[in-house]
């Protein structure tokens, strides 16, 4: 049998519908729903199949009985559509390329495809070059500038991937190669395992009776696309997806120098093994030895124990500081997962959320946590269903009614945009009803430097700020940060008392783990917030707790790792 679609797969199918439909002129609304359909798919907990089987998929709002869900039939049971296919017809493969492109949405690929004959990413890039583009209607110079400067970090990021991309997909793998006869020990090794918010390939170690079957298993994992090599000790496959796979096997009683090797980084790396030599010390991939004598180490921990280090935890094996620390044996308590009490910066579909109040609500008690902070956009966030007052006034009604029925605490709070000039979005008799509000920059971007920084430090300033939403607003492998002086930033947020948010989606990650450590230093407090539109988002509070791990902070550098008790009374002393 083959294997049925994925759900990710099914949302890029539809998406590229309601970019079809809307290129070939189709009304709004038909566009509209299909958009919606990929959103509620991708946001909700369950994958296609259950979905399908269970019979839920009919109830969904946004996918019912229609085309759309007779659609996502097809898909799941046969692996296409006919609808989709006789869509496509007519079409380069490649203008689908466009869409990579950030800022680039239908209305434009269909301007440059039907005046400019455009079909791909360099078709687009030449008529950018040579100024054809500016000349379009609804294009002009700025906007030629901005495309060029996109499709050239469109270009750089190829070949790296974020990381829940790369989670998701090793995850897959690892589960298949677990199924395989005679593995002793599989562990993910490289940048993934150190938690890199971007990563360019998965790397596997694997210690088993019969490495050839494995590497022979590994090679035809199902959603291999080509297979780049296949050694003995060494293959690589290339995924459908575009991601590179190494998979390399050992034997068992080299499994933990090979995995402490594999993992990196390459400069950690180096560094310690200049201090094992100091001590006539050798370790490579294959084992620690003291002269020509190999020495048996069990584990990693025993690995940092022979070199007379502290145990280094995968995530901050960076060479930032780490090996000096291990080796004055005061090493960091870092923050784990079960420390987190509860969670802000969640959203519902009183703005731009696919997942209702309560579904949210119930996800949160479910996950164990003590209290969770609703924010959805605030009123200038027009483009996200940002709350007007009176919108506003019905949530803080539907949240009374729930806290009635729900053990956790519902905190009421607002993501409110930081306006130009660094006040918020709503005021002061309404700002002052809030439990929480979340500062966000979401508007023009491109202020100099020195103003934007301006713009931040008042709006944390001002009493009502609790925390301040993704930092600089980049978005990893499409949108750069915009520019922002992070010491001052952080000096504004101690004097302040304003926490700073790790926002944990995968695409923003941030404050960056490379700035938590002076955060740290600096004493402001950095709050692990899901940023969640939709119930499965939650789970995102782990990408940024290896973020938080990265970045060296222990239990009490996060806000959020107080109880239910000392987050009330830090809410109101905020105030
Ligand atoms: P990536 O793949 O660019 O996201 O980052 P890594 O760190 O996974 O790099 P990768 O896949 O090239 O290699 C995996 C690990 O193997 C790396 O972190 C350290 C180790 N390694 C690879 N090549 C060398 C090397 O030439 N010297 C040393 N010391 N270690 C190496
Ligand atoms: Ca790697
Ligand atoms: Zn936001």
Redesign the pocket.
């Known amino acids: 049998m083959k294997t049925p679609m994925t759900k990710e797969k099914m949302v890029q199918v539809l998406e590229e519908i309601a970019f079809l439909l809307e290129i070939k002129g189709e009304n709004f609304f038909k566009v509209r729903a299909f958009q919606n359909a990929a959103r509620i798919l991708e946001g909700h907990p369950s994958d296609a199949g259950t979905l399908i089987e269970t019979g839920e998929l009919e109830k969904l709002k946004g996918i019912g009985k229609g085309t759309i869900a007779e659609i996502v039939h097809d898909l799941y049971e046969k692996g296409k559509s006919k609808g989709y296919e006789e869509l496509r017809k007519g079409f380069p493969a490649s203008l689908f390329e466009l869409f990579k492109i950030p800022g680039f949405g239908a209305k434009r690929i269909k301007a440059v495809y039907e005046k400019l004959a455009v079909q791909s990413v360099e078709g687009l890039e030449s008529a950018a070059q040579n100024g054809r583009l500016a000349k379009l209607e609804g294009f002009g110079e700025k906007l030629q500038d901005r495309i060029l400067a996109n499709i050239r970090q469109m270009k750089k990021s190829e070949g790296r991937f974020l990381i829940d991309v790369a989670t998701n997909q090793a995850g897959k793998l690892l589960a298949y190669l677990k199924k395989q006869k005679g593995i002793e020990r599989i562990e993910i090794?490289?940048?993934l395992r150190?938690c890199?918010e971007i990563?360019?390939?998965i790397?596997i170690l694997v210690s088993a009776k019969n490495p050839q079957a494995i590497h022979e298993a590994f090679i035809q994992y199902p959603e291999t696309a080509s297979v780049i090599a296949h050694g003995e000790t060494k293959s690589s496959i290339a995924l459908k997806s575009g991601m590179n796979c190494?998979l390399r096997t050992v034997s068992l009683r080299e499994f933990p120098c090979a995995l402490y090797?594999?993992?990196?980084?390459?400069e950690h790396?180096?560094a310690v093994r200049t201090i094992a030599k100091k001590k006539g010390i050798k370790i490579n991939e294959y084992g620690l030895f003291k002269g020509k004598r190999l020495i048996p180490c069990a584990s990693e921990a025993e690995i940092f124990e022979r070199v007379g280090l502290h145990y280094i935890p995968p995530e901050v094996r960076e060479n930032t500081g780490e090996i000096e620390w291990a080796a004055e044996n005061n090493f960091p308590d870092l923050i784990e997962e079960k420390n987190i009490r509860g969670v802000f910066h969640v959203h519902s579909t009183y703005s731009d959320g696919v997942a209702s109040l309560e579904e949210m609500i119930r996800s949160a008690q479910e996950k164990g946590y003590e209290y969770v902070g609703i924010s959805d956009h605030s009123q200038s966030a027009k483009y996200a269903g940002g709350l007007e007052e009176k919108r506003l006034y019905r949530q803080w009604k539907e949240i009374d009614q729930l806290q009635k029925r729900f053990k956790i605490r519902i905190f009421k709070g607002i993501e409110s945009d930081i306006l130009r000039d660094g006040s918020l979005d709503y005021p002061e008799p309404i700002l002052s009803q809030f439990d929480f509000v979340i500062g966000s920059v979401h508007s023009r971007f491109n202020l100099p430097e020195a103003e934007m920084t301006e713009r931040l430090c008042r709006a944390m300033e001002n009493k009502y700020t609790t925390f301040l939403g993704h930092l600089t607003g980049r978005l990893l492998l499409s949108r750069e940060g915009y520019a922002l002086n992070m010491e001052r930033v952080i000096q504004a947020a101690k004097q302040t008392g304003a926490a700073i948010e790790l926002n944990a989606q995968p695409q923003r990650l941030e404050l960056d783990w490379r700035f938590c450590q002076t955060a740290k230093r600096e004493g402001v407090g950095i709050s692990i917030h899901p940023d969640a539109h939709a119930v499965s988002h939650m789970n995102y509070v782990t990408y940024g707790i290896g973020i938080a791990r990265k970045g060296w902070l222990e239990k009490e550098n996060v806000t959020n790792t107080m109880n239910l008790n000392a987050m009330e009374k830090f809410l109101k002393k905020r105030k």
């Open positions: 090794a490289g940048s150190r890199k990563v360019k390939d790397d190494d090797y594999f993992t990196g980084s390459k790396n180096v």
